[in-house]
Structure formats: structure tokens, C-alpha cells
């Protein structure tokens, strides 16, 4: 019997030494970083709420949103600060992870895409007296700010960028400005994103750990487990907040940090770890049933409810400007179900309950192939 390039008895090994690794301490450190971050969440989270409230900073509601939206102008907006003392706890924990520099990718690309949220969302609005910065304003930032990890900070294995080729660099940028974007257009309702990001979350710590079994034991797979933990404890103080009705909501300071986060998250899975999975020669249709291919799809599964949260509304655009087409649809997807008759909270909890499903599929989906 052969399963992953070894023998029936070396493959038998290596689970033993797997599971070894995972005892010595693993398991400890996951829940430390858990527990650490929980309680930072909740030592900062008020503070934090007092501090916004001061700003006297509130959320514009668009004029075509339903009526039980409008009652929610004035709400503050900057509840995504509360993710960022967990984030910054990181650098205290850097024994916990194999290479190290995983945490400053992670920690520059959180508080980067956190302070533009912020600028978007409190000083653009106060200093020039508009909703925030344009789209393509908004982008380019978004881009240098994806790029600085990408190209500057180094790997901890080799001393070499993370990016070894166009195709790679281009691979990550798209990524990580699609998981920016697309959970900042699924946070449309009070609790939604900080829900589905978690449970999505869930999913990927999941996926990684399977990935690790598969791949032989692949250390560095064990650091993603970490990073995620500490996103799944920050979101539980935001949410005492955020749970209808909303006291605040997480803004673009919260939604574009969650993001990048995650969107990090699937490039170093898709472009980092994959390649240590070995694959032999194979045709097309063989790839379509290979592991490597099922990781794809289980990724892909997980995440479509993010990935149409999002694709409707440039959908929509397009029809619009192109062929003139209106669409009565209204976009994001959630907007969309609160159009047809359905209350804020059953459109939240079918959608949390539609994510669940979906994490499930896709880890199911990595599981047996």
C-alpha cells in the first residue's frame, strides 16, 4: 500500500510522529493564544466603545436601504479597533510559531488595512466632510498596502520575498483584496461578518490541520491554526457589540482587517503549504480527483458564500453600465433577501446557517479525497 509517496509502515510512523508533535504542546499554545486574546478582547473592548463614542463618529445609512435600516444612522462605526490589541498580542507569542515572521505578515497587513478602515471610516468623513475615500482611491491604498508583506518581508526559511514569481504575486494580491472586499460588503448586517468569519475561520483551522496530516507533518502548517484562534477570540468581544441591535458596528476599520487576515490565510495555504502535498505526473482528469485539486475545491466551498456576497454587486454594475439593464435585485446578496420580505435577523441567521453548511461541505470534501 502506497499513500502520499510512503509505504503502508513508514506511513503508520509518521502519523505516530504527528501526533506526538501535536501533544508536545501544540494543543497548549492554541489555547493559551485562545484564552489570551478572549481576555484581552474584553479588557480593551470597553474602553475602546467609550473611546468611539467620544469621537461622536456615526454611520451614514444609504437612503435604499429598508426602513429598519434607517433607524440605525448615527451608529458608531469603528468597532473593528476592538480586534486590534488581540492582533498586536501576537508579538509576545512569537516561541509558539515555527517561523516566527509569519506574525509580522500577519500584524502589518491587519493594522494596515485596520488604520485605512479607520481613516475611511472616522477622518476622511471629519476632514473633508465626504462618506470616505473614493473607489479607486480606496484600491490603490488598499494595493500598497498588500504589497509591502508580498515584496519586502522575507521569509523566515530563506531570507527570500514570499513571492518567487509574477504569477505568485499576482495570485496573492488578488486574494487578499478579494477577502478585504468581499467581507466588507458582507458586513450589512448587525452580526453577520464577525459570525461568518468565524465560522469560516473554523473551517480553515480544520482544512490546515488536515492538510498537516496529509502532507507528513509539515511544521510550518501548524502556524496558520495559531493566527486563526487569535482572529476567532478577538471577534467575540466585538460581537458582545455587534449582536442585534449593534451598540456599534465593526466598519471598515473591522471588515478590511478580517479580511486581509483571512485573505492571507488562503494565499499561504494555495501557494505556501499546497506544493509540500506531493503530486506525480498526471492528466488533467486525474488532477480533478488529486489532492491537491480537493484542497482547491474545498476551499472554493467554503467560501461561497463570501465569494457571492460580494460578485453580485460588480455583477450588477456591469449590466447597468454596459447594456443599460436594471437589475431590481438589490446587492450585497443580504440586501438582496430583506428585498423579498425577509426581517434583518432571519436573513442573518439563514446566512450563518447557509455558512455552516458550507465550512462543513468543504472540509468534508478535503476529508475524503
Not at 483551522?205 to 476567532?232: A, E, F, N, Q, R
Request: charged residues 10%; hydrophobic residues 55%; positive net charge.
Amino acid at each position: 500500500m502506497k499513500r502520499y509517496g510512503v509505504g503502508l509502515k513508514g506511513y503508520i510512523i509518521g502519523k505516530l510522529i504527528i501526533m506526538q508533535e501535536l501533544y508536545n504542546g501544540y494543543f497548549a499554545s492554541f489555547f493559551k493564544l485562545f484564552w489570551f486574546s478572549v481576555l484581552t478582547g474584553m479588557i480593551f473592548s470597553k474602553p475602546i466603545y467609550h473611546f468611539i463614542l467620544n469621537l461622536k463618529v456615526g454611520q451614514r445609512v444609504s437612503e435604499y436601504l429598508p426602513e429598519n435600516h434607517q433607524k440605525k444612522s448615527g451608529t458608531p462605526n469603528l468597532g473593528g479597533l476592538m480586534l486590534m490589541p488581540p492582533l498586536l498580542g501576537l508579538m509576545f507569542f512569537q516561541d509558539y510559531f515555527h517561523d516566527s515572521n509569519i506574525i509580522w505578515r500577519y500584524i502589518f497587513l491587519g493594522l494596515g488595512f485596520g488604520l485605512l478602515g479607520f481613516l475611511d471610516d472616522y477622518l476622511v468623513p471629519k476632514l473633508f466632510g465626504s462618506r470616505g475615500f473614493t473607489w479607486k482611491v480606496k484600491q490603490l491604498l488598499q494595493l500598497i498596502i498588500v504589497l509591502v508583506p508580498l515584496l519586502f518581508l522575507s521569509d523566515g526559511k530563506s531570507g527570500m520575498p514570499f513571492v518567487s514569481s509574477y504569477t505568485q504575486l499576482l495570485l496573492g494580491v488578488l486574494t487578499i483584496l478579494f477577502f478585504v472586499n468581499a467581507i466588507n460588503f458582507t458586513d450589512g448586517l448587525d452580526g453577520l461578518a464577525a459570525s461568518v468569519s468565524k465560522i469560516y475561520s473554523l473551517s480553515l483551522i480544520v482544512i490546515t490541520s488536515i492538510l498537516y496530516m496529509k502532507s507528513g507533518g509539515s511544521l510550518h502548517l501548524l502556524d496558520i491554526p495559531l493566527i486563526l484562534v487569535v482572529l476567532i477570540a478577538s471577534l467575540i468581544p466585538l460581537l458582545y457589540y455587534n449582536v442585534p441591535p449593534a451598540r456599534v458596528f465593526m466598519g471598515d476599520t473591522g471588515s478590511m482587517l478580517i479580511g486581509a487576515v483571512l485573505g492571507m490565510v488562503v494565499w499561504d495555504i494555495l501557494t505556501i503549504y499546497v506544493p509540500t502535498i506531493p503530486v506525480e505526473n498526471i492528466t488533467f482528469m486525474q488532477f480533478l480527483f488529486s489532492s491537491k485539486a480537493s484542497i482547491i475545491f474545498s476551499l472554493g466551498i467554503a467560501t461561497l458564500l463570501i465569494f457571492f456576497e460580494l460578485v453580485l454587486v460588480p455583477i450588477k454594475l456591469f449590466f447597468i453600465k454596459i447594456f443599460g439593464w436594471y437589475m431590481p435585485f438589490k446587492t450585497p446578496l443580504h440586501h438582496g433577501l430583506e428585498q423579498i420580505g425577509w426581517q434583518e435577523t432571519r436573513v442573518t441567521g439563514v446566512l450563518i446557517l447557509v455558512q455552516v453548511l458550507l465550512s462543513v461541505l468543504g472540509v468534508t470534501v478535503l476529508a475524503i479525497v
